[in-house]
């Protein structure tokens, strides 16, 4: 059938019933078959000027691999998508599509816009079955360290292997993927998947060293001076929790979701004699509106809990994606909107309750959204053995601090141009090192523009000595 014309209805993503996914960490969502993917692609109109390319931070060429999957042509398909992306099979699963290239799709003006998202990671996946890994293309010489293994120092080592640089990758923790390992559960991005990416990556030729820590195990004038690197990409994450300072924060059953999504996602804390076993409380009470809330929930609910979130504004400025809130509720989450906490009550030092006020909104503040206000008497406190706070993340200063003349913003951000260049000549970063938390896709696409930054700062210099 002649392209974009087969079927104006979006295919569904088949998930795991909600009745049996609250109780297991396994994948929600099941995945394309080979059909669905290429009926699928067939909707994509092939529009002048891609304007879905436009809303992709990485700047993939979508109406190319979606032209070649809807003949079938599915490994071709993955081959141009793989060109600009490092990290499809993650980027499929967990990237906001809905607010980037599929909200620029022109069919969405019509119907639905082309699940974008569901065929990239058809086609992923598929690939990975096949075993193939890329060659390691010749190396031209020259060395860069990579500080950091979420999605922007994955990204920027990938694009740098493939031009010919030689990349190590340091990882302060002890596997590889940063917060696609530490703190996106399994039950949306399995871990095999994250350890199929750095496969490739490796066969690239990047090497990982684990365990080592910026600013204590090595600072970056150590990564230059004494080990010869010419140039450093840092990564560093966001991963510093943020609290409201309200009483009781301090009492036994409060934890920052960092906190509890690592112990959960990387150390294995819901499995029957975990070494390090996470407080499998009642009643759960999660502070926040965002996909990290999202994640705390759920994973809370999968350890027995019953679980609500508490959110200062209403459902409308919710910043967690569609998709995530509406899994929550499908797994039985509760949501308690113009909510906000004033105080944790304790009972022998543990959680016993959260004390809210109800909120009223006003005028716009500095976000655009609507700001919340406290109603006179209308507090009440939600009753609770266990607070987790998904207020958002700030980076940890224990690498920037140690780099004397890092130029660092008010909330400890380094500070970077739009190329990734820092105040410290050779010295580049990306990601929510320099921006604060944001989207996997959006570090991708630091990442990739500082390895090209990167690559001509050192072409410049000239041939290797």
Same mark, same amino acid.
């Given at each position: 059938?002649?392209?974009?014309?087969?079927?104006?209805?979006?295919?569904?993503?088949?998930?795991?019933d909600?009745?049996?996914?609250?109780?297991?960490? &396994?994948?929600?969502?099941?995945?394309?078959?080979?059909e669905?993917?290429?009926?699928?692609?067939? $909707?994509?109109?092939?529009?002048?000027?891609a304007? @879905?390319?436009?809303?992709?931070?990485?700047?993939?060429?979508? +109406?190319? #691999?979606?032209?070649?999957?809807?003949?079938?042509?599915?490994?071709?398909?993955?081959?141009?998508?793989?060109?600009?992306?490092?990290?499809?099979?993650?980027?499929?699963?967990?990237?906001?599509?809905?607010?980037?290239?599929?909200?620029?799709?022109?069919?969405?003006?019509?119907?639905?816009?082309?699940?974008?998202?569901?065929?990239?990671?058809?086609?992923?996946?598929?690939?990975?079955?096949?075993?193939?890994?890329?060659?390691?293309?010749?190396?031209?010489?020259?060395?860069?360290?990579?500080?950091?293994?979420? %999605? =922007?120092?994955?990204?920027?080592?990938?694009?740098?292997?493939?031009?010919?640089?030689?990349? /190590?990758?340091?990882?302060?923790?002890?596997?590889?993927?940063?917060v696609?390992?530490?703190?996106? %559960?399994?039950?949306?991005?399995?871990?095999?998947?994250?350890? $199929?990416?750095?496969?490739?990556?490796?066969?690239?030729?990047?090497? #990982?060293? !684990?365990?080592?820590?910026?600013?204590?195990?090595?600072?970056?004038?150590?990564? &230059? /001076?004494?080990?010869?690197?010419?140039?450093?990409? !840092?990564?560093?994450?966001?991963?510093?929790?943020? #609290?409201?300072?309200?009483?009781?924060?301090n009492? *036994?059953?409060?934890?920052?979701?960092?906190?509890?999504?690592t112990?959960?996602?990387?150390m294995?804390?819901?499995?029957?004699?975990?070494?390090? +076993?996470?407080?499998? =409380?009642?009643?759960?009470?999660?502070?926040g509106?965002?996909?990290?809330?999202?994640?705390?929930?759920?994973?809370?609910r999968?350890?027995?809990?019953? *679980?609500?979130?508490?959110?200062?504004?209403?459902?409308?400025?919710?910043?967690?994606?569609?998709?995530?809130?509406?899994?929550?509720?499908?797994?039985?989450?509760?949501?308690?909107?113009?909510?906000?906490?004033?105080?944790?009550?304790?009972?022998?030092?543990?959680?016993?309750?959260? !004390? @809210?006020?109800?909120?009223?909104?006003?005028?716009?503040?500095?976000?655009?959204?609507?700001?919340?206000?406290?109603? =006179?008497?209308?507090?009440?406190?939600?009753?609770?053995?266990? *607070?987790?706070?998904?207020?958002? /993340?700030?980076?940890?200063?224990?690498?920037?601090?140690?780099?004397?003349?890092?130029?660092?913003? %008010? &909330?400890?951000?380094?500070?970077?141009?739009g190329?990734?260049?820092?105040?410290?000549?050779?010295? #580049?970063?990306?990601?929510?090192?320099? /921006?604060?938390?944001?989207?996997?896709?959006?570090?991708?696409?630091?990442?990739?523009?500082?390895?090209?930054?990167?690559? &001509?700062?050192?072409?410049?210099?000239?041939?290797?000595?």
């Open positions: 059938m002649e392209k974009g014309k087969q079927t104006a209805n979006r295919h569904t993503m088949p998930v795991q909600p009745h049996e996914r609250q109780k297991n960490f &396994r994948e929600v969502a099941l995945g394309y078959d080979g669905t993917a290429r009926e699928e692609a067939l $909707r994509c109109l092939g529009c002048k000027g304007p @879905c390319t436009k809303g992709c931070p990485v700047a993939v060429d979508i +109406p190319a #691999f979606l032209a070649e999957a809807a003949h079938g042509n599915f490994e071709k398909a993955y081959k141009i998508l793989r060109e600009d992306n490092a990290l499809p099979a993650v980027c499929g699963r967990v990237c906001p599509q809905e607010k980037q290239c599929e909200a620029q799709c022109t069919r969405g003006r019509v119907d639905a816009p082309v699940a974008i998202g569901n065929v990239e990671r058809f086609l992923a996946d598929l690939h990975a079955a096949s075993g193939e890994n890329p060659p390691s293309p010749p190396k031209n010489g020259r060395r860069v360290a990579v500080v950091g293994s979420g %999605p =922007a120092g994955l990204a920027c080592a990938g694009e740098l292997a493939r031009r010919g640089y030689e990349v /190590t990758v340091y990882e302060a923790l002890h596997a590889a993927g940063g696609l390992v530490y703190g996106i %559960p399994a039950f949306r991005l399995p871990k095999e998947v994250v350890g $199929r990416e750095i496969e490739e990556l490796e066969a690239l030729g990047v090497r #990982f060293v !684990l365990n080592a820590v910026g600013g204590k195990s090595f600072t970056v004038e150590e990564l &230059r /001076t004494d080990l010869g690197y010419e140039a450093v990409f !840092l990564g560093t994450g966001a991963g510093l929790p943020r #609290f409201m300072g309200i009483e009781g924060e009492a *036994v059953g409060v934890f920052s979701a960092n906190e509890y999504l112990r959960i996602n990387l294995g804390a819901y499995e029957e004699g975990a070494a390090t +076993p996470v407080y499998r =409380a009642k009643k759960v009470a999660v502070v509106g965002g996909n990290v809330a999202m994640d705390a929930a759920r994973c809370a999968r350890l027995g809990a019953e *679980v609500t979130v508490v959110y200062r504004r209403s459902e409308e400025e919710l910043p967690a994606r569609r998709e995530e809130v509406v899994h929550a509720r499908e797994e039985g989450i509760l949501f308690r909107f113009l909510a906000n906490p004033v105080k944790i009550e304790t009972e022998s030092g543990h959680v016993s309750g959260l !004390l @809210c006020a109800e909120m009223e909104l006003g005028e716009p503040d500095a976000s655009g959204r609507r700001s919340p206000r406290e109603r =006179a008497g209308s507090r009440f406190v939600l009753a609770a053995d266990a *607070v987790i706070m998904a207020l958002g /993340t700030s980076p940890n200063p224990l690498l920037s601090r140690a780099t004397e003349g890092l130029a660092l913003g %008010p &909330r400890g951000e380094i500070v970077a141009d190329e990734g260049r820092t105040s410290l000549e050779g010295v #580049f970063a990306g990601g929510d090192a320099v /921006t604060g938390s944001a989207t996997v896709i959006q570090a991708m696409g630091a990442g990739k523009r500082a390895a090209a930054a990167i690559d &001509r700062y050192l072409q410049n210099k000239g041939p290797v000595a």
